[in-house]
């Protein structure tokens, strides 16, 4: 059970759209449709942004949307906003009730 | 609104045994739910360690499955982990939070807490 791959960080400027992969493998990702999101500010908890690939929580911004493509999953953030930047990690279900993250992208609003 | 919390001590000894609780507030961990622990070494990723059910039932990361143990007190509404042998590696931020029975996501999550393992 290997931690999923994100990119280590990715930039953008306000109002820009930008998205974020995580690649896992038949295992995982390409084998359910249950890749979660979360957003992570510093010294602060995990926020859950995104469930089952692309549901969005009440209260959550439709800025956030997730999709999928095989054993790659993506989250997408329009109309980026100084508020977005922040850590962000997928999280995917792996079979046998287990569950793995990938290593977490730092999003950086220029 | 359901609220968790984590405590323990904030320094383990290498080769002992690190101990967690989680106290649940807002909600009765025997109603449902699943109730998981994931871990985050400092300025690293997430990792997940293990979930219990309200029953009982526990599923556990293969790669610490030997080392790890969830147990549950639904009498103080609180759920545990237990993580022996440890070595600097599992110094980590260690978060407890709550996944639905028939869902696999986890929300919400308590604060962190901290856990160096340093002699």
């Known amino acids: 059970q290997s931690a999923l791959t994100q990119p280590a960080s990715v930039s953008g400027s306000p109002g820009q759209s930008l998205t974020i992969s995580c690649t896992g493998t038949?295992?995982?990702?390409?084998?359910?449709?249950?890749v979660s999101w979360y957003q992570q500010h510093p010294g602060k908890a995990p926020k859950l942004i995104i469930s089952?690939?692309?549901k969005r929580p009440s209260g959550v911004s439709n800025r956030f949307s997730g999709s999928k493509s095989g054993n790659t999953a993506s989250l997408t953030i329009s109309g980026l906003q100084a508020e977005d930047e922040a850590d962000y990690y997928c999280?995917?279900?792996?079979?046998?009730?287990?569950?793995?993250f990938g290593g977490g992208t730092k999003l950086t609003v220029l | 609104q359901v609220q968790l919390q984590e405590s323990g001590p904030g320094l383990v000894k290498p080769s002992e045994t690190l101990s967690l609780t989680c106290a649940v507030s807002?909600?009765?961990?025997?109603?449902?739910?699943?109730w998981g622990w994931i871990r985050q070494p400092p300025g690293k990723g997430l990792q997940w360690i293990g979930n219990?059910?309200?029953?009982?039932?526990?599923y556990y990361n293969p790669s610490l499955k030997s080392r790890v143990t969830i147990s549950v007190d639904t009498s103080k509404n609180q759920f545990s982990l237990k993580l022996n042998s440890v070595t600097a590696a599992d110094t980590a931020v260690y978060y407890c939070?709550?996944?639905?029975?028939?869902?696999?996501?986890?929300?919400?999550w308590g604060q962190g807490t901290l856990v160096t393992v340093s002699s």
């Open positions: 939070a709550r996944k639905p029975t028939t869902e696999d996501w986890f929300d919400p």
């Open positions: 807002g909600y009765s961990i025997s109603s449902g739910y699943y």
């Open positions: 219990i059910y309200h029953g009982g039932s526990t």
């Open positions: 038949s295992s995982d990702v390409g084998g359910f449709n249950y």
């Open positions: 089952d690939v692309s």
């Open positions: 999280c995917s279900y792996a079979g046998s009730s287990t569950y793995v």
